[in-house]
């Protein structure tokens, strides 16, 4: 339903599903020792629900070495709703990071 990119190469980093509980969020992190390989890292997996707030957010780095970029609840939640009123999923550029921002 929705894909978040890095802004700099619109690479895509986290890809939006419907879901019967809210939005879920499937991420792919690099690994830190991978040394630039694109082959190496971690995906993530979160539920975005009704109870978590606008403002819930975790950093997200791109495979290509941009970044860091962070991506909020509010974002996911903006996504959906394009997606829940046009049918067409959307691709959302991610915004810079703000350190005291992240918990």
């Known amino acids: 339903m929705g894909e978040l990119v890095c802004p700099a190469c619109e690479n895509v980093m986290a890809r939006l599903f419907d879901d019967p509980e809210g939005i879920a969020v499937l991420a792919w992190i690099p690994a830190p020792s ?29 495979w290509r070495g ?24 959307k691709r959302r550029p991610l915004s810079p990071i703000d350190p005291a921002a992240v918990r």
């Open 34 to 62: 991978a040394h630039g390989s694109r082959r190496m890292g971690w995906g993530f997996y979160t539920l975005i629900d009704a109870s978590m707030p606008d403002d819930e957010n975790a950093p997200l780095q791109c």
């Open 66 to 89: 941009h970044g860091p970029w962070v991506v909020t609840a509010r974002d996911c939640r903006a996504s959906a709703a394009v997606y829940r009123r046009t049918g067409r999923k």
